[in-house]
């Protein structure tokens, strides 16, 4: 079984910036793509990004521009960059694992979730 930790969301003010982290450990297989989701109260959890273990990335429209994901194939962790925080930022961010080296296939794993909530 594949364990995801998220760390660093927190409280943060319109414009400002966070950075999340994942670590993955257990059956984690390496090469395997990871992202970031999120869910807003009373909304539908939604994709935010994903990362590929070469590097290869892709980010939803709502956030380009402003978010960049990374990762750290040595220790298996990867990163949220959010930049330029909007109030409609502010929700519950999960990590992902996803299911083979791509970035469009299904999700293996999901972390707790972090939350990010970003004030006017």
């Known amino acids: 079984q594949v364990q995801l930790v998220e760390s660093g969301g927190g409280l943060a003010q319109a414009g400002g910036s966070l950075r999340l982290s994942c670590a993955a450990s257990?059956?984690?297989?390496?090469?395997?793509?990871m992202g970031w989701y999120r869910q807003a109260p009373g909304k539908e959890r939604e994709f935010v990004a994903a990362?590929?273990?070469?590097?290869?990335?892709n980010l939803a429209d709502s956030v380009k521009g402003r978010f960049t994901i990374s990762r750290v194939n040595a220790n298996n962790t990867v990163y949220l960059q959010m930049n330029s925080l909007k109030p409609e930022d502010t929700a519950v961010y999960y990590c992902?694992?996803?299911?083979?080296?791509?970035?469009?296939?299904?999700?293996?794993?999901w972390g707790k979730g972090t939350l990010v909530t970003v004030s006017s």
């Open positions: 992902a694992a996803y299911k083979g080296i791509f970035l469009f296939v299904p999700v293996d794993s």
């Open positions: 990362i590929t273990s070469g590097g290869r990335t």
């Open positions: 257990g059956s984690f297989f390496s090469l395997n793509a």
